[in-house]
C-alpha cells in the first residue's frame, strides 16, 4: 500500500510540476507521454518550419501530414486550434459550424503563438495545448477527413521532431489535459454552408428526432458524389465491415466482409474442381535463391517483398522473404513432379494470404499490404492447353463479378508494359466505378508460356521421346472485390449488398407500440421468420427494444441488408407486411397467404 501511495503521489507532483512550468523541450512531450503509458514512435529530422520542409524532411509510415493553425477571434479575444491533412482546402464558413462570424477570424501572430503555447510558428500541434494554463484556447478543430484516419501526427514543441501515433493512444493524452475534439468539415464552401439560425428553424424536429433515435451516429456523413474517399472510409467502417489493426495496410475482416469472401470462395471453388483443379497449400516463405532465379519476376516484385532477417535476437544467416506470389514457392515442386507427359498437366490452386509491402497510401480491400485471395497454377503440355486454361479461368473471373456480385466488368488483355512479371501474356477482367469513372482492376489471369519452366527445369519427355519444356499458367482473385462491390453499389445510406453475398438476406422489424398487445405481433413475426429460414433464406428477426424502429431502419440500411419486412398491428390485422427493397428504396406492402 505504500509503494502505490508513492508512485500516486509521484504522479501528482510529476503533473503539479508540467502544469505549472512552460514546456519547450520535446523531451518533455516524451517524459508525459511516457507516463501516460502511451505507444507511438518519434523520428529527428532537419528543422522544418513550414509544410513544404516538412513533405520534404520528414518522412511518415502510418500517419498522414497534418497541418496545424492557431487562429484568433478578434472580437472576442479567444483562439482556436485547427488541423486538417496538409492537401485540405480549409473553407472560411466551416466557423459558422460553431457560431462564429468567419469576417472576425484571423491567423495569429508568431508573439501570439509564442505567448500562449510557447512555441514557434512552425511548431503548432495539440501538444502545445500543455502550456495553455489560462486556457485561452476554446476549441480543438479537427477536420472530418481526420477522423477515419488511424494515426496522426505532430510536432512534439519544436519542428525538429515527429512524433507518430494512433489516435486510441493521443487521446490518452488529450484525456488528461481535458482536452476535447470538434470534428467539423472544413471543406464546405459558402453555397452548401447554411447559417446556424436558418438551419435550426428549417428543421428543429427532425434534428430533435434523429439525436433522440441515435440515428446521427449511424448515418454516414459524406455524399458519394462529393467525397468518395470519405464516403468509402465511413462506409466499411460504420457497416462494420473491417476494423483497423495497429500496423499500417492490414485490416481485421469482420464477419460481414468475410461472409462475402467465403462466398465467393464457395462458389470458385466448387467451378474450379469441376476443371479437375485440386486445392494444395505451399508454404508462405520463399528463399533468396529461388526468388531470384526469374530475374524478369523478381524485379518485377522486388519493391514489394518483405523480408526475415532475425530469429529472435539473432540474425539469420540467410533473409527470407514473405510471398508476393507463389510461382517461385510452387514450382521448385513441379520440377520435382513431372518427368513424363502422363505426369501432366498439373492444376493445382490455394487459398492463402500474400504480403506486398511497398506502398504509401494502403485502401482497405482495394490495396493493402497483406490480402487474402485464390492462386492457381497450372502446368501444360501444350500452348494451346494453357490458353485454353487462361481463359476459361477469366470467363469464372467474370462470372464471379456478374453472377455473385453484381458487378459488370470488362475483358481484355494487358500490354506488355503492364502484364506480369516474366510472363508470356496476362488477360485481365476490368471495372469502371461510376462515382469516380475510375478504372479497377479485378482479377489477372496469365500465359506465362515456358519462361518459368524453364528457369526451374519443369521437363518432360513427349509422346516423340524428346524432352520438352512445360506451358504455365497462373491466375489470382482476391478480396479486392469486396472493395469493388462496395464502391459500385453502395449509397449515400451505406451498403447495398447483392442478395447472394449478404449475411442477411431479410430482416424482419416488428413495430411496437405502447397501446397494443406485443405477444401477437412477435408471433407473427417469429413464425414469418421460421417459414423463411425452412425456406432457405438468410433471416433475422431483429425483436429487440432498446432501438426504435427508426434506428433499426437506418442500421439495416447501413449494413445493406436486401430486403427489410415491417410488421406492426396494421399488418398482422391484414395478414401482410410491408416490404421495403434496399438497392432502390421501394416500399409495397406484400399479402402473406
Partial sequence: RDRVS???????????????????EKEQIYEILNRLGVQYEAKDHEASPNMELVLKNVKLEKSPFIKNLLYINSKKKDFYMVCAIHDTKVEKTYWKQIGLGAGNMRLATAEQVKDILNVEVGSVSPFALVNDHEQKVKSLIFDQGLEVQEYVSFHPLVNNAIVELKQSEFK??????????????????????????????????KIEKEEEEGITKLRIEYKKSENFSKWYSQVIIKSEMIDYYDISGCYILRPNAYNIWETIQRNFDSWIKELGVENAYFPMFVSQKALETEKNHVEGFAPEVAWVTKS??????????????????????????????????????QWTNVVRWEFKHPTPFIRTREFLWQEGHTAHVTLKESEQMVYTILDLYEKVYT??????VIKGKKTDTEKFAGGYYTTTIETIIPANSRGVQAATSHNLGQNFSKMFDITFENEKKEKDFAWQTSWGLTTRSIGVMIMYHGDDKGLVLP????????????????????????????????????????????????HSPGWKFNNWELKGVPIRFEIGP???EKNEVRSVQRFNGQKQNCLLY
Fill in 499 to 546: 442478395p447472394k453475398v449478404a449475411r442477411i438476406q431479410v430482416v424482419i422489424v416488428p413495430i411496437y407500440f405502447k397501446d397494443v398487445k406485443s405477444d401477437d405481433l412477435l408471433n407473427y413475426a417469429s413464425s414469418l421468420y421460421k417459414e423463411l429460414k425452412q425456406a432457405g433464406v438468410r433471416v433475422f428477426l431483429d425483436d429487440t427494444t432498446i
Fill in 172 to 205: 490518452k493524452f488529450l484525456d488528461e489535459y481535458k482536452i476535447d475534439i470538434k470534428y467539423l468539415d472544413l471543406t464546405v464552401k459558402e453555397a452548401e454552408a447554411e447559417p446556424k439560425e436558418q438551419a435550426q428553424k428549417q428543421a428543429p424536429k
Fill in 312 to 349: 529472435g535476437n539473432s540474425d539469420l544467416k540467410e533473409p527470407i522473404a514473405v510471398r508476393p506470389t507463389s510461382e517461385t514457392i510452387m514450382y521448385p515442386a513441379f520440377s520435382k513432379w513431372v518427368s513424363s507427359h502422363r505426369d501432366l498437366p498439373i492444376l493445382l490452386n
Fill in 6 to 24: 508513492t508512485q500516486r503521489l509521484n504522479h501528482l507532483i510529476s503533473r503539479q510540476y508540467m502544469e505549472k512550468q512552460r514546456l519547450s
Fill in 570 to 572: 396494421k399488418e398482422v
Fill in 403 to 408: 453472377d455473385i456480385l453484381a458487378v459488370p
